[in-house]
């Protein structure tokens, strides 16, 4: 489930940063004619494109950590086996294998959630830029 939703999440920011991108070239390319790299409207375009850049180099690399987290080998498996052991004999009460597991999951929707606020600001800047050029 989890990993469902943020195959989901990645999807909606990817689709999400290409239309805002698709947006930003549309204003430069109506700009073109008249535009001055002083004008308050290029440089919001510029920095609107600046963020959608970020935003999708932010979600490129998730998506590169999602791809090398899948194919690592178990290690948490062994780890986990050994920490039983442990357990068994009695050390390391209360230690468990899930605490690994569990801080990658969460720094996974940390950083998915991060690529969901770079795309949102990036959208931000856009609407702001779309503005002004009008």
């Known amino acids: 489930a989890l990993q469902a939703r943020q195959a989901a999440i990645v999807k909606g920011v990817r689709t999400k940063l290409g239309e805002a991108q698709d947006r930003v070239r549309a204003l430069k390319d109506r700009n073109v004619d008249g535009g001055n790299p002083d004008d308050v409207a290029s440089q919001a375009l510029a920095a609107a494109e600046a963020d959608a850049a970020a935003a999708l180099a932010a979600l490129q690399t998730f998506e590169a950590k999602e791809v090398a987290a899948s194919a690592k080998p178990p290690a948490d498996?062994?780890?986990?086996?050994?920490?039983?052991?442990?357990?068994?004999?009695?050390?390391?009460?209360?230690?468990?294998?899930?605490?690994?597991?569990?801080?990658?999951?969460?720094?996974?929707?940390?950083?998915?959630?991060?690529?969901?606020?770079?795309?949102?600001?990036?959208?931000?800047?856009?609407?702001?830029?779309?503005?002004?050029?009008?």
């Open 77 to 134: 498996a062994v780890r986990s086996l050994s920490q039983r052991r442990l357990q068994i004999d009695g050390g390391e009460e209360g230690r468990t294998s899930d605490s690994s597991a569990t801080k990658k999951k969460r720094s996974r929707m940390v950083e998915a959630r991060k690529a969901e606020q770079g795309k949102a600001a990036a959208e931000a800047r856009v609407a702001v830029a779309e503005e002004r050029v009008r």
